[in-house]
């Protein structure tokens, strides 16, 4: 009966990176970026200053609340204190922050602070669907 | 040295199962159906006719994609042919059925085709943020 090789347990959050990375910038109106959300089949959209530094994250739970309260600029419905992690780091980890502050993605950013993709709970799910629980 | 319980394999959807179903219906505006999102915090919203069946899903990506395009009603971005789920199914085929369709959520539905609730590719990432990869 031979234990699982501890890699199994290991598996990193660059193993399930989308790249490259999508992204949008502040001066967009909700409209483009909800166009980018679409026309790239995803949900969130990491928001950059002009140094291409992270400055917040859209969803398109986000665009619901823009719809739902009438609001109008991505500033309004951006989150500014954004929840990351690194590409080295475990997807239990990616796992468990999203899971305790009850989002569904985390960008990815490499040591000075740019954005190298997006980790999201679907991409996560994706890795059961592929190996089902326990088997990975 | 144990090998896992073959119970942890067996995971069931009803075991992670958010109730009461939230739903809306097909008569809602665009504006209606994201308050609900919203007020729930939920990203998934299945669609009931009158007989409280089965008919649609609305997700918060086709609120951006009404933003995004332009799209006024309801009918005009629900998805129609709805991927579901039974209580009784495992974990490990839901998640299945979600990543080889690309969707992030499965609505699930008893033997009479009601909608039960939802369970989302969040739900299922929580829980490995909760356990750990290996250790369900
Ligand atoms: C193809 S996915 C693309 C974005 C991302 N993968 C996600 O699921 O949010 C988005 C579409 O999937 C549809 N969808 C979501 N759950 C579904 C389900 N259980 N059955 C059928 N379509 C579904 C939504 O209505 C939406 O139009």
Do not use: F
């Not at 917040?56 to 823009?66: E, L, V």
């Not at 993605?105 to 980790?119: A, E, F, W, Y």
């Amino acid at each position: 009966y031979a234990p699982k090789p501890m890699k199994a347990k290991m598996k990193l959050v660059k193993d399930i990176l989308s790249r490259p990375a999508v992204v949008g910038t502040i001066k967009m109106s909700i409209t483009e970026a909800s166009r980018i959300l679409i026309e790239n089949n995803i949900n969130h959209l990491p928001i950059v200053d002009e140094k291409e530094m992270l400055s917040g994250i859209i969803t398109s739970w986000d665009i619901a609340k823009a719809m739902a309260q009438d609001i109008g600029s991505i500033s309004e419905i951006m989150t500014k204190s954004v929840l990351c992690a690194t590409p080295d780091e475990t997807i239990d980890m990616a796992a468990r922050k999203m899971s305790r502050n009850n989002i569904s993605g985390l960008p990815i950013v490499d040591s000075n602070n740019m954005v190298v993709g997006v980790v999201s709970a679907e991409d996560i799910s994706k890795l059961i669907g592929r190996t089902g629980l326990n088997k990975i």
